[in-house]
């Protein structure tokens, strides 16, 4: 079953996506001709076993890799014809991402870590600090702006990941797995914060709590590549 | 390339740094640490190089060299203590090079390095 595109304007659009891999002589179908129609301003789940795919979605969606075959397009942009030099570019201005492992640079501080992503995109250095900053005080971390990542708790770390997914206010987030590396209750906050960010832009969440994914606008259920079920809630 | 080091560069990739940024950064590292290596080196000779290489580089061939040169051989032999300009340019030209040659290396591995493979948390 694949996902029939909705009217209006779509921030995601799949056609008949497909993506192969090859481990060794065995060749892997990891998406297999996904339609998708995203719209703007809306949590999305993505639920699925391991293995079944949902991570190359996001990777996909989120021009960190290129399908076999098929459409992608986001914010507008044909992924597929945008040259790999400028698919960074994209990647840095459209699209914030969260890791299940927080990926955080080490021996950046907070602060320093909230401003990379501007870094990258040419944001002037006093600007870059004065949006982090606000960035991290609206996530509740003004007091943790100096501090290194092994100072900082897990969900700490995640909502550092989150402002720093932020920074280039981009209209799409993708989060691989947020609260996979976190207790219930963090992973809980983790996923309402990430709610309240899909009121201004759009939210990819993979996931395996199914109870999490309940609280998105959309859960799309994905196996052996391919959109199996969508559920509103 | 060690993995945590991998998945930083996969991490930097996917927020946004370019290949060029990286591999500048890559080069620099490595000529900054090529850098301080020489100064390190260089502090060290002056405080005890000109004792040392006296005498050690002697002692080190004297089971090479036939036994009627053994007498005189801290005096024939043994290595200057001063350090000349020539011998400083050589010495910073080499270390340049193996700065350049470690960081080429590095660049290729961060070139051919997917932001994918390197953040999979698997």
């Known amino acids: 079953m694949n996902e029939p595109a909705r009217t209006g304007d779509p921030l995601i659009t799949l056609r008949g996506a497909t993506k192969f891999y090859r481990k060794g002589d065995v060749k892997i179908r990891a998406l297999d001709g996904i339609d998708l129609a995203v719209a703007e301003r809306s949590m999305v789940a993505i639920v699925g076993a391991s293995g079944s795919g949902k991570s190359t979605l996001v990777h996909i969606i989120g021009a960190m890799d290129r399908p076999t075959a098929g459409e992608v397009s986001v914010a507008g942009r044909d992924l597929g ?3 790999k030099s400028e698919l960074t570019r994209f990647r840095c201005e459209t699209v914030g991402f969260v890791f299940q492992t927080f990926n955080l640079i080490p021996n950046l501080t907070a602060l320093e870590n909230v401003m990379l992503p501007m870094e990258f995109n040419g944001v002037p250095a006093p600007e870059r600090r004065r949006r982090a900053t606000a960035l991290l005080d609206r996530l509740g971390l003004a007091a943790r702006v100096a501090h290194k990542p092994r100072e900082l708790s897990g969900g700490e770390q995640q ?7 932020l920074a280039n206010d981009p209209p799409l987030v993708v989060a691989d797995e947020p609260t996979g590396n976190l207790d219930s209750k963090t992973g809980a906050m983790i996923y309402e914060l990430l709610r309240e960010i ?9 996931t395996h709590a199914e109870p999490l994914a309940q609280m998105s606008d959309r859960v799309l259920h994905i196996r052996d590549g391919r959109l199996v079920a969508t559920q509103l809630t | 390339m060690v993995r945590e080091r991998a998945r930083e560069i996969g991490t930097l990739k996917a927020l946004g740094a370019s290949d060029s940024g990286l591999a500048l950064a890559a080069l620099a590292e490595a000529l900054a640490l090529c850098a301080i290596g020489a100064l390190v080196g260089f502090a060290l000779f002056g405080v005890i190089g000109g004792a040392a290489s006296y005498g050690l580089f ?14 005189t051989l801290g005096a024939t032999v043994a290595l200057s203590g001063q350090l000349g300009w020539s011998a400083l340019g050589l010495a910073a030209l080499v270390g340049f090079a193996v700065a350049v ?3 080429a290396y590095a660049i290729r591995e961060i070139l051919r390095l997917s932001p994918v ?3 999979r948390h698997e």
């Open chain 1, 81 to 83: 014809a945008v040259p």
């Open chain 1, 198 to 206: 899909a009121r201004e832009r759009t939210v990819l969440v993979v």
């Open chain 1, 159 to 165: 909502r550092v990941a989150i402002a720093r997914a």
């Open chain 2, 117 to 119: 493979e390197a953040i």
């Open chain 2, 101 to 103: 040659v470690g960081g």
């Open chain 2, 58 to 71: 002697a002692i080190g061939i004297a089971p090479f060299l036939p036994a009627q040169y053994k007498d």
